[in-house]
């Protein structure tokens, strides 16, 4: 068990270019949810996977931002036209599906930093 | 809607001591779920303590203990004997029908030698 990993650690970029971000889950863990957490507050909840389906989307992700995760092991969160506001850590976890008290596990985060 | 409400930005403690965190939340589930979270600098956020809804019984841990009290919707968490790797920023969660956590705006927890 390597926990989540996510990648890259850091990604700083110009307004306007796209960027994408890669979560590999616990291995047997079905369900995969992204984070945003800007400074000084607590993590926001995005979207979240159960296997390839996503499930939920938060009002959060506007158009300019897609989760994907097609066979149901690794996922990516791209970012279109980014703008200043993106800048944030964006934070992936895992759990297994059996119910609510199954605790999701997290990943270092990837740290977004527009120019 | 639920939402988590920290009202310590900030607590410190000495090394050996007793710290406790304070979290209320609100929530329309009958059935939910309470967690805190540390999160070290620039490490992962780790996850302490978790409380079902239903359960009476508070959750313990080693160290670490919460108080629930259901009716007031106050979810706190105790920290015993200090020590200096407890130094975080501790984020109190909660999970309703939806997956997701809904998390307050965290407390940085400052332990003193």
């Known amino acids: 068990d390597t926990g989540v990993s996510q990648n890259p650690r850091h990604k700083i970029t110009k307004r306007g270019q796209n960027v994408t971000f890669r979560c590999d889950p616990i291995?047997?863990?079905?369900?995969l949810y992204w984070y945003r957490q800007t400074l000084g507050q607590g993590p926001e909840f995005l979207t979240y996977?159960?296997?390839?389906?996503?499930?939920?989307k938060s009002r959060l992700l506007s158009d300019r931002f897609s989760a994907e995760r097609p066979k149901g092991s690794f996922s990516t969160l791209e970012i279109q036209r980014t703008e200043q506001g993106d800048s944030a850590m964006y934070l992936c976890?895992?759990?297994?599906?059996?119910?609510?008290?199954?605790?999701?596990?997290f990943g270092d985060g990837t740290r977004l930093s527009i120019l | 809607a639920q939402t988590v409400t920290q009202s310590q930005p900030e607590m410190s403690v000495q090394e050996a001591e007793t710290v406790t965190l304070s979290c209320t939340y609100d929530?329309?589930?009958?059935?939910?779920?309470l967690f805190w979270y540390k999160q070290p600098p620039s490490r992962q956020m780790i996850l302490v303590i978790r409380?079902?809804?239903?359960?009476?019984q508070n959750a313990t841990e080693n160290r670490f203990s919460v108080n629930f009290q259901k009716a007031a919707k106050s979810f706190s968490l105790k920290i015993s004997d200090s020590q200096l790797g407890d130094a975080a920023m501790y984020f109190c969660?909660?999970?309703?029908?939806?997956?997701?956590?809904?998390f307050g705006k965290g407390t940085k927890l400052t332990v003193n030698p």
């Open positions: 976890a895992s759990s297994l599906e059996a119910g609510s008290n199954q605790p999701q596990h």
């Open positions: 969660a909660s999970q309703g029908g939806s997956e997701k956590l809904v």
């Open positions: 291995s047997e863990h079905n369900r």
């Open positions: 929530t329309s589930e009958s059935d939910y779920y």
């Open positions: 409380q079902e809804a239903y359960k009476q």
């Open positions: 996977f159960q296997n390839e389906a996503q499930l939920e």
